[in-house]
C-alpha cells in the first residue's frame, strides 16, 4: 500500500484538493455557495475518477455497481426527504461516511490477518483512530437521526452511573488498544474495540436533548472528515488525508460558529445534561 | 517512524489549517447547507473503500470494502444533492 502512485493520479489528487478547498470557500458566502457546492462535486468526481485508474484496483465491475447502486439510492433519499427534514438527513448520510471509514480500517485489518503480514505499529494505530472515529461517527449520527425524525424522544437521557460507564468504556478502549498494539494479529480484541467505539457513540449522543441535534451533527461531520483522514493513513492516501482534513479542520469552525449563533458554548450542549452549568439555558 | 508517514503528516497537519482557515463569518442562513456540502466532501472515504475492495477475489476485506464504497456514494451523492436541493430554496425564497 506504501508505493508511489502513478504521477497523473497524484496530479488529479491535488486539482481535486483545490477545487474542494474553492468550494469549501464559496460555499461560506450566499452569492457564491450554489456554485462552491458544484465545484466541490466536480472535484470528488475527479478523485474518484483517478482512483479507479489504481493498479491495485482491479475489481472494476463490483466497484462500478458499488458506486451505481449507492448513486441511485443517495439520488433518491436526496429527492425524496421534505426540506423541513434536512438536518436528520444530513444526519443520516453523515453516518453513513463514518461507517465507510471504519468499514475500511476493518477491510484493511483482516486482509492483513489474512495474508500473515506483518502490522507496522504506524498502520496499527492509523486502524485503531479509524475505527473508533468512524464507529462513534456512525452510531452517534444514527443516534442523532433517530432524535430529530421522532424515532426516539429527544429528551436527553441520563441513568445512574452513566459517567462510570463512559469512562469504563473509554478505558477498554485505550486498553484494548494498547494490547493490539503489542499483539497486532488479535481479532477477538480487534472486533471489541469496533463494538466499544459503537457503543461510544450512541453514550456520546444520548445525553443531548434533541434542539441541540443540528450542533452534534455538524461536529459529527467533522468527526466523519477525521474518520476519513485516518483511512487515508490506513491505506496512505493522500486525497483522503487532505479531504478529511479540511472537513474535519472547517466542521470544528462550523460547529463553533453554530453555537455561538445560539448563544451556548460547545461543552453545555455536549455536557449540559450533567449538570455542568448550561442545563438552565 | 517511516519517511511516508512524516510525509502524510504534514499533509494533514497543513491542510487541517487550510480547514480552519477557510471557514469565516457565515451567515447563519448557510449553517445548515455549508454542514451538508461538507458532510459531502468526507464522503471521499470512497476513495479508501475503492482501494480496499480493489483485489479481484471474493474475501471479507473485498466485501466489506464493497458495502463501504455503497455507504460512502450514498453519503457523497446525497450530500452534494441534497445541499443543492437547499441552496436552490433560498434563491427562490429570495426572488418571490
Excluded at chain 1, 472494476?60 to 421534505?82: D, P, R
Excluded at chain 1, 453523515?94 to 484493511?108: K, T
Aim: aromatic share 6%.
Amino acid at each position: 500500500m506504501t508505493d508511489f502512485l502513478p504521477t497523473g493520479i497524484q496530479l488529479t489528487y491535488l486539482v481535486a484538493a483545490s477545487l474542494f478547498i474553492l468550494g469549501l470557500k464559496k460555499l461560506g458566502s450566499p452569492a457564491t455557495a450554489r456554485q462552491g457546492n458544484v465545484v466541490a462535486a466536480v472535484g470528488m468526481l475527479l478523485a474518484i475518477a483517478a482512483t479507479l485508474l489504481d493498479q491495485h484496483v482491479l475489481n472494476f465491475e463490483m466497484i462500478l455497481l458499488g458506486l451505481a447502486i449507492g448513486s441511485v439510492l443517495g439520488a433518491i433519499a436526496a429527492y425524496k426527504v421534505q426540506m423541513t427534514d434536512m438536518p436528520q438527513m444530513v444526519g443520516l448520510l453523515n453516518g453513513l461516511g463514518g461507517a465507510a471509514s471504519a468499514l475500511v480500517a476493518v477491510a484493511e485489518f483482516w486482509r492483513l490477518l489474512q495474508h500473515g503480514e506483518a502490522i507496522s505499529i504506524d498502520a496499527n494505530i492509523s486502524m485503531l483512530l479509524d475505527v473508533l472515529i468512524g464507529g462513534v461517527t456512525f452510531t452517534g449520527s444514527m443516534v442523532a437521526f433517530a432524535k430529530l425524525q421522532g424515532i426516539m424522544s429527544g429528551a436527553p437521557i441520563t441513568f445512574t452511573l452513566q459517567q462510570p460507564i463512559n469512562v469504563l468504556l473509554l478505558g477498554s478502549y485505550v486498553v484494548g488498544s494498547a494490547f493490539l498494539i503489542v499483539a497486532p494479529h488479535n481479532l477477538p480484541i480487534f472486533l471489541a474495540i469496533v463494538t466499544v467505539s459503537l457503543v461510544l457513540g450512541v453514550m456520546f449522543v444520548i445525553p443531548i436533548g434533541g434542539g441541540d441535534m443540528p450542533v452534534v451533527i455538524s461536529l459529527l461531520n467533522s468527526f466523519s472528515g477525521l474518520a476519513a483522514a485516518a483511512a487515508g493513513f490506513v491505506v496512505m492516501n493522500n486525497m483522503l488525508i487532505i479531504a478529511g482534513a479540511l472537513v474535519g479542520a472547517s466542521g470544528i469552525i462550523l460547529t463553533e460558529i453554530m453555537c455561538k449563533a445560539m448563544n451556548r458554548s460547545l461543552v453545555s450542549v455536549l455536557f449540559g445534561a450533567f449538570g455542568t452549568g448550561g442545563s438552565a439555558s | 517512524m517511516t519517511e511516508a508517514l512524516i510525509a502524510a503528516l504534514f499533509v494533514f497537519v497543513l491542510a487541517s489549517f487550510t480547514g480552519f482557515e477557510v471557514i469565516n463569518k457565515v451567515p447563519p442562513t448557510l449553517h445548515t447547507p455549508l454542514m451538508s456540502g461538507s458532510n459531502a466532501i468526507s464522503g471521499i472515504a470512497v476513495l479508501g473503500a475503492i482501494v480496499a475492495s480493489g483485489a479481484k477475489e471474493w474475501n471479507l476485506s473485498v466485501i466489506l470494502g464493497l458495502i463501504a464504497i455503497v455507504l460512502a456514494t450514498i453519503n457523497v451523492v446525497g450530500g452534494f444533492l441534497v445541499t443543492d436541493r437547499m441552496l436552490q430554496m433560498f434563491k427562490k425564497k429570495a426572488s418571490s
